[in-house]
């Protein structure tokens, strides 16, 4: 097996075992263990539940006819449940820190073996059980074949994951009786058309052969730098290794704040707890031990960066010793596995005045950190040859008269959605200025006025001088406003995310349409 690939019948999770029928109901929990679906000596369907050190014996869970439930409503957090048996033998096996996308495979087998099992078997009674004599024995389900898709339960339970693979129904199995009625009012297996794609197999697919050769990197524990021009899926393919990667241990971050927001993360520096990182490393190292923030850097084993090329190369060997420091692990990075991407030919890190910009390759520790470098090559994003390769040249600096005079065409071009005009960039402040306030102009209504209102007269200067937005803003209804600041990642309220005044308070509060 390749490193860190489990096949679609195996999980590698935390596990709490609750045996709920007992008269006293007791919980055992297991931080790392494989559970696997497998089949007992009569070809019934088990799940394994082993210890990853093997310490213990494993234990087996019968998937019975009458008495399977399964929660899924949390998956895409890497989190189910199964109950399983009835009355004093119940027990529910509670699965957490799972790579979403293995769990999901995982409970998509679950659901097509246990259908298939259900309407292409008939059922052990407990008799035959205790008479039958035969060895015990348990053996890994195969990977879903055509044959097990060929029942219309099975097709049924297919349609529901696919429809739903991240919001949660309870699955309960039908008992045996409506199995047979179905069987019976003629729903034989060569009424129905065969599936052709499972759905896993789709997602997988879905990656391009170069995005694959990245994921199979990562799951291989290297530490990966990759880059690609804009468009070629480098934040597609960050979601999809987020979701290949444990939730408990794996941080998701980027240089913005709308970057974070895209790949459901958070940004490097609200990560990272050292602040601007401008301080005196024994600082930063002081700020990084703060309980919280400790915490978090002991529990991360897997940090995804993205839009690398706006993270200071300075600021990145902070980090580097920041995390050797607090980790107390003298291995790069103190031993955490790095995922990095972006395209350094887009934005540099802010640098000051004349001030060259210091990227994060020039970094000291860069070379010590990064295992592999890949790139992807195939843009995803539009298929027109001639736009894709107008944008490789604005992308390498070469602007030819021909690329000037294309672009130049499109100076004019209003692109709107919902309501939300294209942000227009400007090479100077005094043009977004005037801009703004001629835009602002245009429309029709009162404007109304906000003023800044600071806690700190003393500060009132040093504000004013900082804060890219003037002390009075001017709104109209319509108006186009962005934010400034990141107000709250999760919720998209990042900055630069866009919107529209829709309406005002009467104490003078504005609504705001928005846009991410
Ligand atoms: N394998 C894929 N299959 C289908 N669509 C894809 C695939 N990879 C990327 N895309 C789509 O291509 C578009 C561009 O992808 P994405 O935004 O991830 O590119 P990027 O390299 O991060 O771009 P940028 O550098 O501009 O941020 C998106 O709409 C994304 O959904």
């Not at 070629?232 to 393919?237: C, Q």
């Amino acid at each position: 097996m390749q490193p860190g690939f489990q096949p679609d019948g195996q999980i590698r999770c935390t596990v709490a075992v609750e045996h709920l029928g007992a008269a006293v109901p007791s919980r055992v929990l297991l931080r790392d263990a494989w559970v696997t679906l497998g089949r007992d000596e009569f070809r019934e369907l088990v799940l394994q539940v082993t210890n990853s050190s093997g310490s213990e014996a494993p234990r087996n869970f019968p998937l019975r006819r009458d008495g399977v439930r399964l929660f899924t409503r949390f998956v895409k957090d890497g989190k189910s449940s199964v109950r399983v048996g009835s009355g004093a033998i119940q027990a529910q096996l509670l699965l957490s820190n799972c790579p979403p996308d293995q769990l999901r495979r995982f409970i998509q087998t679950l659901r097509i073996k246990f259908k298939a099992t259900l309407e292409g078997s008939r059922p052990v009674t407990e008799r035959t059980r205790l008479l039958s004599g035969l060895p015990r024995t348990f053996d890994t389900v195969s990977p879903v074949q055509p044959r097990d898709l060929q029942l219309g339960g099975v097709r049924r339970a297919l349609t529901d994951v696919a429809a739903t693979p991240t919001k949660g129904q309870t699955l309960r199995c039908e008992p045996r009786k409506r199995v047979r009625a179905e069987l019976e009012e003629g729903k034989q297996v060569t009424e129905i058309q065969p599936v052709k794609k499972l759905p896993w197999l789709c997602s997988r697919s879905a990656l391009t052969q170069e995005q694959a050769m990245v994921l199979n990197a990562v799951l291989s524990g290297k530490n990966i730098f990759f880059t690609g021009s804009a468009g070629t899926g480098k934040s597609y393919l960050l979601k999809k290794i987020v979701a290949s990667l444990p939730p408990n241990s794996t941080y998701a971050t980027a240089s913005t704040g709308v970057a974070a927001c895209q790949i459901g993360g958070t940004t490097l520096h609200a990560f990272a707890g050292i602040g601007s990182g401008k301080a005196p490393l024994h600082q930063c190292i002081e700020l990084a031990k703060r309980s919280g923030v400790r915490l978090q850097w002991l529990n991360c084993h897997h940090l995804i960066i993205d839009e690398i090329s706006m993270v200071d190369g300075e600021f990145f060997d902070k980090l580097e010793e920041v995390a050797r420091t607090v980790r107390k692990c003298e291995n790069p990075f103190g031993g955490i596995q790095l995922i990095i991407c972006g395209d350094f030919l887009q934005l540099p890190p802010v640098s000051k005045g004349t001030e060259q910009p210091n990227f994060c390759f020039q970094a000291k520790s860069w070379q010590k950190c990064i295992h592999l470098n890949m790139e992807l090559t195939k843009v995803q994003r539009q298929t027109e040859k001639d736009f894709i390769s107008l944008l490789d040249s604005v992308r390498r600096g070469r602007c030819t008269d021909e690329v000037t005079k294309q672009l130049a065409a499109t100076a004019t071009h209003m692109v709107e959605r919902d309501g939300i005009l294209a942000t227009r960039l400007c090479t100077h402040k005094e043009d977004v200025e005037l801009t703004n306030v001629k835009r602002l102009r245009e429309l029709s209504g009162e404007p109304r006025s906000f003023k800044a209102v600071d806690s700190d007269p003393m500060l009132v200067k040093t504000l004013d001088a900082q804060c890219p937005v003037s002390s009075i803003i001017e709104l109209k209804l319509g108006a186009q406003v962005m934010l400034t600041k990141n107000l709250d990642v999760s919720q998209g309220l990042v900055n630069g995310a866009r919107g529209v005044v829709i309406g005002f308070e009467t104490e003078g509060k504005g609504y705001v349409s928005r846009l991410c």
